[in-house]
């Protein structure tokens, strides 16, 4: 064979390879191992509803605009990172209560719910369209990666959030390697009208905080399996005196609580507040939220604070 035809063979393997690689693929016909059993999924679901914010956002990763999804905790519609990706989308219910009826409106064929979806509301959903719902891990800071990927597998598009989520750690491992020489110590509160709730350090952003070098503590205040303690009093505040203290609001009334707990003077006596170290932060992203693009926003919140 003459070296022009051999060079025209590779040319022309390469071309085939190159037009292959700009097509999509139908997902094929997979099998997802969920909370309630196995769920067959063909395909590529276009009309989705989510029925938790980490499923909003994972779908949002991966290519997805979901059709319905439910209010953000202290809000009524979407929570505010991502008020601008969703557009003008159904609000079908929030975190405790799901609308029927809403969900039935959208006519979607697939649901993506909350691992802490109970068992009846399951049975209903899941005569509605195929209902995924992840298998409870309890409280740990790596489940967000689990429910993102299983998610993902039901949207039939696995690649583009594995990327996010591998841009999430290599991000923070980044910044973990700007931290100061020493321990530095962070605690993250929410602060409520009745006082201030310390969060578990087992949470989704209390993990990204450890994954970019901090060492989160909650005052031994938090009990094992709880998301955060009970609230508060100002008498009982050295639970949140770290190095530094990120609090986070859901609401104005937890605005003009924080505002008045500024001018009490056991407030100020906090190591933290006297270092100029309290940083406020949107409570719907660091208390509410999961997900790959909640990620790559809380690591801008703690990008601010670290040297450069």
């Known amino acids: 064979m003459s070296l022009l035809a051999t060079s025209r063979r590779w ?3 390469a ?12 997902a094929e016909a997979r099998t997802l191992d969920t909370a309630y059993g196995e769920i067959e999924i063909d395909g590529q679901p276009e009309r989705v509803v989510t029925l938790y914010e980490g499923a909003l956002d994972a779908a949002l990763a991966a290519g997805v605009t979901p ?3 439910v209010a953000t905790r202290g809000g009524e519609g979407v929570a505010s990172y991502l008020g601008d990706k969703v557009g003008d989308i159904a609000i079908v219910g929030t975190a405790r209560e799901t609308n029927i009826e809403a969900v039935v409106a959208q006519k979607p064929d697939l649901i993506l719910a909350s691992s802490r979806l109970p068992e009846a509301q399951y049975e209903l959903l899941s005569q509605i369209a195929p209902t995924i719902v992840p298998k409870s891990e309890g409280f740990t800071p790596e489940s967000w990666k689990d429910e993102a990927r299983l998610f993902a597998e039901a949207l039939g598009r696995e690649d583009a959030v594995n990327d996010a989520i591998e841009a999430v750690e290599n991000r923070s491992q980044s910044l973990a390697q700007r ?3 020493g321990e530095t110590t962070a605690t993250l509160a929410r602060w409520m009208a009745n006082g201030p709730l310390v969060m578990s350090t087992e949470l989704f952003s209390t993990g990204l905080l450890a994954a970019c070098g901090f060492d989160v503590q909650d005052g031994g205040v938090v009990k094992a399996g709880r998301p955060h303690s009970d609230s508060l009093s100002l008498e009982n505040l050295s639970s949140i ?4 203290l990120f609090l986070a609001t ?8 924080l505002e008045s707990a500024r001018q009490s ?5 906090l190591n933290v507040v006297r270092q100029n170290h309290v940083v406020t932060v949107d409570g719907q992203l660091w208390t509410s939220a999961s997900g790959p693009i909640a ?3 809380i690591l801008d919140d703690i990008e601010g604070i670290l040297p450069q």
């Open 179 to 181: 931290q100061p020489d």
């Open 265 to 269: 003077p056991a407030f100020e006596r």
């Open 250 to 257: 859901l609401n104005a009334d937890g605005e003009a609580a």
């Open 67 to 69: 059709l319905g999804a």
């Open 15 to 26: 071309f085939a390879t190159l037009i292959l690689g700009m097509i999509t693929l139908p």
């Open 241 to 244: 005196d770290s190095d530094w």
């Open 295 to 297: 990620a790559e926003r």
């Open 11 to 13: 040319t022309t393997a």
